[in-house]
Protein backbone atom coordinates (compact mmCIF):
# COMPACT_ATOMS: atom_id res chain seq x y z
CA UNK A 1 0.00 0.00 0.00
CA UNK A 2 1.21 3.07 -0.99
CA UNK A 3 1.60 6.66 1.46
CA UNK A 4 0.74 10.01 0.09
CA UNK A 5 2.29 12.73 2.51
CA UNK A 6 5.50 15.26 2.64
CA UNK A 7 8.53 13.86 4.58
CA UNK A 8 10.39 15.36 7.77
CA UNK A 9 13.22 16.79 5.45
CA UNK A 10 10.67 18.15 2.56
CA UNK A 11 9.07 20.00 5.11
CA UNK A 12 11.89 21.21 6.69
CA UNK A 13 12.71 22.60 3.44
CA UNK A 14 9.58 24.57 2.88
CA UNK A 15 9.57 25.47 6.10
CA UNK A 16 13.60 27.11 5.26
CA UNK A 17 12.23 28.71 2.20
CA UNK A 18 9.57 29.87 3.63
CA UNK A 19 10.95 31.71 6.63
CA UNK A 20 13.68 33.20 4.37
CA UNK A 21 11.41 34.76 2.27
CA UNK A 22 9.10 36.24 5.32
CA UNK A 23 13.11 37.62 6.63
CA UNK A 24 13.09 39.47 3.24
CA UNK A 25 9.48 40.41 2.59
CA UNK A 26 8.81 41.93 6.04
CA UNK A 27 10.93 45.06 6.62
CA UNK A 28 9.66 45.99 2.78
CA UNK A 29 6.18 45.63 4.46
CA UNK A 30 7.39 47.34 7.21
CA UNK A 31 8.48 50.36 4.90
CA UNK A 32 5.13 50.02 2.62
CA UNK A 33 3.11 50.18 5.69
CA UNK A 34 4.82 53.29 7.51
CA UNK A 35 4.66 54.95 3.92
CA UNK A 36 0.95 54.42 3.27
CA UNK A 37 0.23 55.81 7.05
CA UNK A 38 1.93 58.98 6.57
CA UNK A 39 0.31 59.47 2.95
CA UNK A 40 -3.21 59.12 4.64
CA UNK A 41 -2.35 61.38 7.46
CA UNK A 42 -1.53 63.98 5.17
CA UNK A 43 -3.96 63.74 2.74
CA UNK A 44 -6.43 63.86 6.12
CA UNK A 45 -4.57 67.40 6.92
CA UNK A 46 -4.56 68.19 4.05
CA UNK A 47 -8.77 68.21 4.15
CA UNK A 48 -8.38 69.55 7.46
CA UNK A 49 -6.83 72.76 6.34
CA UNK A 50 -8.97 73.27 3.12
CA UNK A 51 -12.43 72.31 5.55
CA UNK A 52 -10.95 75.20 7.64
CA UNK A 53 -10.28 77.64 4.86
CA UNK A 54 -14.31 76.74 3.80
CA UNK A 55 -15.77 77.25 6.76
CA UNK A 56 -13.79 80.65 6.64
CA UNK A 57 -15.44 81.61 3.55
CA UNK A 58 -18.81 80.17 4.84
CA UNK A 59 -19.27 81.88 8.30
CA UNK A 60 -17.21 85.27 6.86
CA UNK A 61 -15.14 85.19 9.95
CA UNK A 62 -12.27 84.20 10.53
CA UNK A 63 -10.99 80.53 11.08
CA UNK A 64 -7.76 79.14 12.52
CA UNK A 65 -6.71 75.32 11.99
CA UNK A 66 -4.57 74.83 14.91
CA UNK A 67 -2.72 71.94 17.24
CA UNK A 68 -5.65 71.33 20.05
CA UNK A 69 -4.98 71.19 23.50
CA UNK A 70 -5.38 67.40 25.22
CA UNK A 71 -8.61 68.03 26.32
CA UNK A 72 -9.39 69.23 22.23
CA UNK A 73 -11.13 72.03 23.30
CA UNK A 74 -8.75 74.90 22.16
CA UNK A 75 -6.14 75.62 20.80
CA UNK A 76 -2.56 75.52 22.02
CA UNK A 77 0.76 76.79 20.45
CA UNK A 78 3.89 74.64 19.55
CA UNK A 79 4.80 72.82 16.51
CA UNK A 80 4.06 68.84 17.39
CA UNK A 81 0.77 68.32 16.36
CA UNK A 82 0.94 64.27 16.63
CA UNK A 83 -1.73 65.11 19.73
CA UNK A 84 -4.38 66.50 17.50
CA UNK A 85 -5.56 69.26 15.98
CA UNK A 86 -8.75 71.10 15.62
CA UNK A 87 -10.59 74.00 13.44
CA UNK A 88 -11.97 77.05 15.35
CA UNK A 89 -13.75 79.81 15.36
CA UNK A 90 -11.47 82.95 16.04
CA UNK A 91 -12.88 83.91 19.59
CA UNK A 92 -15.26 81.72 19.23
CA UNK A 93 -16.41 77.75 19.47
CA UNK A 94 -14.70 74.46 18.34
CA UNK A 95 -15.90 73.24 14.91
CA UNK A 96 -14.52 69.84 14.30
CA UNK A 97 -11.68 68.22 16.26
CA UNK A 98 -9.11 65.55 14.83
CA UNK A 99 -7.43 63.16 17.50
CA UNK A 100 -3.98 61.72 17.47
CA UNK A 101 -1.72 60.26 15.16
CA UNK A 102 0.45 57.60 16.66
CA UNK A 103 3.55 56.20 15.49
CA UNK A 104 4.29 59.64 13.30
CA UNK A 105 5.89 62.72 13.61
CA UNK A 106 3.61 65.92 12.61
CA UNK A 107 5.54 69.62 12.41
CA UNK A 108 3.22 72.45 11.73
CA UNK A 109 3.62 75.68 12.19
CA UNK A 110 3.52 77.37 16.13
CA UNK A 111 0.41 79.01 16.30
CA UNK A 112 -1.84 77.19 13.58
CA UNK A 113 -2.97 78.20 10.33
CA UNK A 114 -5.26 81.49 9.81
CA UNK A 115 -8.41 81.46 7.26
CA UNK A 116 -9.73 84.87 6.89
CA UNK A 117 -13.07 85.39 5.60
CA UNK A 118 -12.19 86.07 1.91
CA UNK A 119 -10.26 82.62 1.87
CA UNK A 120 -7.10 84.10 2.27
CA UNK A 121 -4.47 82.83 5.03
CA UNK A 122 -1.38 82.69 6.46
CA UNK A 123 1.22 80.85 4.43
CA UNK A 124 2.80 78.07 6.13
CA UNK A 125 4.02 74.41 5.60
CA UNK A 126 3.43 71.07 7.81
CA UNK A 127 5.12 67.87 7.19
CA UNK A 128 4.27 64.26 8.09
CA UNK A 129 6.43 61.22 8.27
CA UNK A 130 6.83 58.25 10.38
CA UNK A 131 8.95 58.32 13.18
CA UNK A 132 11.71 56.10 11.46
CA UNK A 133 11.77 57.85 7.93
CA UNK A 134 13.43 56.28 4.59
CA UNK A 135 13.36 57.47 1.64
CA UNK A 136 10.69 59.48 0.14
CA UNK A 137 7.84 58.91 3.17
CA UNK A 138 7.58 62.29 4.05
CA UNK A 139 4.40 64.87 3.28
CA UNK A 140 4.97 68.26 3.30
CA UNK A 141 1.71 70.72 3.04
CA UNK A 142 2.10 73.96 1.79
CA UNK A 143 -0.73 76.15 2.32
CA UNK A 144 0.15 79.38 -0.02
CA UNK A 145 -1.51 82.94 0.66
CA UNK A 146 -4.73 82.58 -1.22
CA UNK A 147 -5.33 79.17 0.85
CA UNK A 148 -4.83 76.90 -1.48
CA UNK A 149 -3.11 73.79 -0.38
CA UNK A 150 -0.31 71.38 -2.06
CA UNK A 151 0.76 68.11 -1.06
CA UNK A 152 3.99 66.83 -2.24
CA UNK A 153 6.85 63.57 -1.24
CA UNK A 154 9.92 64.71 -0.02
CA UNK A 155 13.11 62.82 1.05
CA UNK A 156 13.48 62.38 5.17
CA UNK A 157 15.92 64.25 6.60
Given at each position: MSQKGFTLIEL???????????????????????DSRAASLGSELQGALQFARSEAVKRRQDVVLCRGNAGGSSCENGTNWVGGWLVQQTGGDVIKVWDSAQGLVIV??????????NGMASASNFSVKPTSCSGQQKRVIAVSATGTTTLTKAACE
Open positions: MVTLAVLAIVLGIAIPSFNSMLQGPNAGVTFRG
